[in-house]
């Protein structure tokens, strides 16, 4: 079966940093573009950054532009998403999605909450 795993959120102050991560299995992930995307409380889902199957090429949501840096690494079948100078409106769950030939899949998704 695939599964993907979203973790690393939590609770942080305004300006604050966090890492969020997305582990894959039951894929040959390096075959998968991955997105992030996020829901904040109220709100519809929104596309926050994605990166294609090889590394350094990736594209931004403009409000997180400059903030947030998507990466991975194909070796661990893992996604990352460091978020950097967070603010009270990147309070959301944070959702990742594998696309690829065959198929896409989403993890369960992981809270991120920025509030002083």
């Known amino acids: 079966q695939v599964q993907l795993v979203e973790s690393g959120g939590g609770l942080v102050q305004p300006g604050g940093s966090l890492r969020l991560s997305c582990a894959a299995s039951?894929?040959?992930?390096?075959?998968?573009?991955v997105t992030w995307y996020r829901q904040p409380p109220g709100k519809q889902r929104e596309l926050v950054a994605t990166i294609a199957t090889t590394v350094g090429t990736a594209t931004y949501a403009d409000f997180v532009k400059g903030r947030f840096t998507i990466s991975r690494d194909n070796a661990k079948n893992t996604a990352y998403l460091q978020m950097s100078s967070l603010k009270p409106e990147d309070t959301a769950v944070y959702y990742c999605?594998?696309?690829?030939?065959?198929?896409?899949?989403w993890g369960q998704g992981t809270q991120v909450t920025v509030s002083s």
């Open positions: 999605k594998a696309n690829g030939r065959w198929g896409a899949y």
């Open positions: 039951g894929i040959i992930f390096s075959d998968y573009a």
